[in-house]
């Protein structure tokens, strides 16, 4: 498996230096967060983006996704969903990422059935358009469809490759899924894992990997017998959470603890 980490821990830094602790620590790839005050987001002309995909280029790092916001099951209008969702995609093309991600975003006013409904239509309309850029839409374990089982529901619906599923490990585990439970769900689909590490389920502050009560070993353990070999992202939280250490000081020991537990499970 191969490992990257998410610039939602290192919000706003610029992409030098974020390409650079990738390569001090081993890091394999990096999650670009596409919020506005990210460096990288779909408002970059043409020029720009050749300099970004330049720059993992020359520093030998993949560019893993493009971590956007659209939220699919929102409830509205299908046209702005589906339009966040195509300036995403046009933005991994330009980069050479070969994910974005989205999240489910469902309304406490809808029935799930809708939702799903909601989500899967406008998955299967930006799926078409995935595939002719070769780049697919991810589905996050999240919000409203914080389970593998939840997710499941509404890629089952779109029935289409270009259409998969990021698990999330922390809203699995909140959601009261084993690791097992959601690997058997979202393994037909699944694009890459997002691993961290909180306190508890009442204190999500983030913390260096190994050092809480998220079950990291299980889920490297179920993806190493099943022969999975995708991507390992560690998505700290700090951009939420001021408190939080500084994620560049534990980089080093994040790989570290990542790389044990793909020994340990081999």
């Given at each position: 498996m191969?490992?990257?980490?998410s610039t939602?821990?290192v919000?706003?830094?610029?992409?030098?230096?974020?390409?650079g602790?990738?390569?001090?620590?081993?890091?394999?790839?990096?999650?670009?967060?596409?919020?506005?005050?990210?460096?990288?987001?779909?408002?970059?002309?043409?020029?720009?983006?050749?300099?970004?995909?330049?720059?993992?280029?020359?520093?030998?790092?993949?560019?893993?996704g493009?971590a956007?916001?659209?939220?699919?099951?929102?409830?509205?209008d299908?046209?702005?969903?589906?339009?966040?969702?195509?300036?995403?995609?046009?933005?991994?093309?330009?980069?050479?990422?070969?994910?974005?991600?989205?999240?489910?975003?469902?309304?406490?006013?809808?029935g799930?059935?809708?939702?799903?409904?909601?989500?899967?239509?406008?998955?299967g309309?930006?799926?078409?358009?995935?595939?002719?850029?070769g780049?697919?839409?991810?589905?996050?374990?999240?919000?409203?469809?914080?389970?593998?089982?939840?997710?499941m529901?509404?890629?089952?619906?779109?029935?289409?490759?270009?259409?998969?599923?990021?698990?999330?490990?922390?809203?699995?585990?909140?959601?009261?899924?084993?690791?097992?439970?959601?690997?058997?769900?979202?393994?037909?689909?699944?694009?890459?894992?997002?691993?961290?590490?909180?306190?508890?389920a009442?204190d999500?502050?983030?913390?260096?990997?190994?050092?809480?009560?998220?079950?990291?070993?299980e889920?490297?353990?179920v993806?190493?017998?099943?022969?999975?070999?995708?991507?390992?992202?560690?998505?700290?939280?700090?951009?939420?959470?001021?408190?939080?250490a500084?994620l560049?000081?534990l980089?080093?020991?994040?790989?570290?603890?990542?790389a044990?537990?793909?020994?340990?499970?081999?």
């Amino acid at each position: 498996m191969k490992l990257a980490f998410s610039t939602l821990g290192v919000p706003g830094l610029p992409l030098a230096d974020v390409l650079g602790l990738a390569t001090a620590h081993g890091y394999h790839g990096v999650e670009l967060r596409a919020h506005p005050e990210e460096p990288v987001n779909p408002s970059l002309g043409p020029d720009e983006r050749a300099a970004v995909a330049a720059q993992f280029a020359a520093a030998g790092v993949e560019p893993l996704g493009v971590a956007g916001y659209a939220r699919v099951a929102a409830p509205g209008d299908d046209d702005a969903v589906i339009a966040e969702m195509r300036g995403l995609l046009d933005l991994a093309r330009d980069l050479g990422a070969p994910y974005i991600r989205v999240f489910p975003g469902g309304g406490t006013e809808q029935g799930a059935e809708e939702a799903d409904a909601v989500a899967a239509r406008r998955l299967g309309t930006a799926a078409e358009y995935a595939a002719e850029l070769g780049v697919r839409i991810l589905l996050e374990t999240h919000d409203s469809h914080r389970t593998g089982a939840d997710a499941m529901r509404v890629l089952g619906l779109v029935g289409h490759r270009q259409a998969g599923a990021l698990w999330d490990v922390m809203h699995t585990w909140l959601g009261g899924e084993q690791p097992f439970e959601s690997y058997a769900a979202l393994s037909p689909h699944l694009g890459y894992v997002q691993v961290k590490d909180i306190a508890s389920a009442e204190d999500t502050t983030p913390l260096a990997l190994g050092a809480g009560v998220l079950p990291l070993t299980e889920v490297v353990d179920v993806l190493s017998r099943h022969g999975w070999d995708g991507w390992l992202c560690w998505e700290y939280e700090k951009r939420w959470y001021e408190s939080a250490a500084p994620l560049p000081e534990l980089l080093g020991r994040g790989r570290e603890h990542l790389a044990r537990l793909l020994t340990d499970a081999a």
